[in-house]
């Protein structure tokens, strides 16, 4: 079984703070998505990696896709009260075209 | 704008009925739709894989004869909830497969009591 797992689970910082999140698996993946998600709405997505190593950002999210294309983090640079969310990462593993989905991270960013 | 929509947005039932969700594609035709459920501050868990013009795949654990998914065209896929009970209380998200990527519609809330 394919798994991708994510951390932190929560977090609550200070607007002005820098944050990572981490998704992370045993399993080789032919890319990984970013998606945001606000209460009672759909994921919304941020970025697609497909290339082992590549870098993407978006203004000030930092988005990295390692080697071995196995795991992936989201860097927040000064975190503004409007980047509170659900952040969840998918991966493609390239069968049936399922996503495996991190467990998320709820981010509360405080004014 | 919205690439995917959903109707209806919320919905409140009484125990022993049926719902329908849809799911629309706008603007773009989708052969492969997916269904997800959601609780609280937690991650997408895929319960069906629709496919236009055959069987939907469900996932391991879905009772497929509970949520009934008809994709009857390139646009829409269906969610039927049968026989709701408060346990199907949840938020239910589609995606529509676009140039392999998903694009999820705004979701369902529904609530059984």
């Known amino acids: 079984t394919q798994l991708l797992e994510q951390s932190p689970q929560f977090l609550s910082i200070q607007e002005g703070e820098n944050l990572t999140v981490y998704c992370n698996s045993s399993?080789?993946?032919?890319?990984l998505q970013w998606y945001r998600q606000e209460p009672g709405e759909g994921p919304v997505l941020l970025v697609t990696v497909v290339t082992g190593g590549e870098v993407k950002k978006l203004k000030r999210l930092t988005f990295q896709f390692g080697d071995a294309r196995k795991d992936s983090s989201l860097h927040i640079t000064a975190a503004q009260p409007g980047d509170t969310g659900l952040y969840l990462c998918a991966g493609d593993a390239g069968n049936n075209r399922k996503l495996i989905w991190g467990l998320g991270t709820s981010l509360a960013v405080n004014p | 704008g919205a690439v995917v929509s959903q109707h209806p947005s919320r919905v409140i039932c009484k125990s022993g009925t049926s719902v329908k969700i849809e799911c629309r594609s706008l603007d773009f035709q989708a052969t492969t739709m997916f269904w997800y459920r959601q609780f609280p501050k937690q991650s997408l868990m895929l319960m069906a894989t629709s496919n236009e013009g055959s069987k939907a795949t469900y996932e391991q654990g879905v009772e497929k004869d509970k949520f009934l998914i008809n994709h009857a065209s390139l646009t829409l896929s269906t969610l039927t909830v049968t026989s709701a009970h408060p346990e199907d209380s949840s938020f239910y998200i589609c995606?529509?497969?676009?140039?392999?990527?998903?694009?999820f519609g705004p979701g369902t809330r529904l609530l059984v009591l």
């Open positions: 399993s080789v993946f032919s890319s």
């Open positions: 995606s529509a497969l676009i140039l392999e990527t998903q694009y």
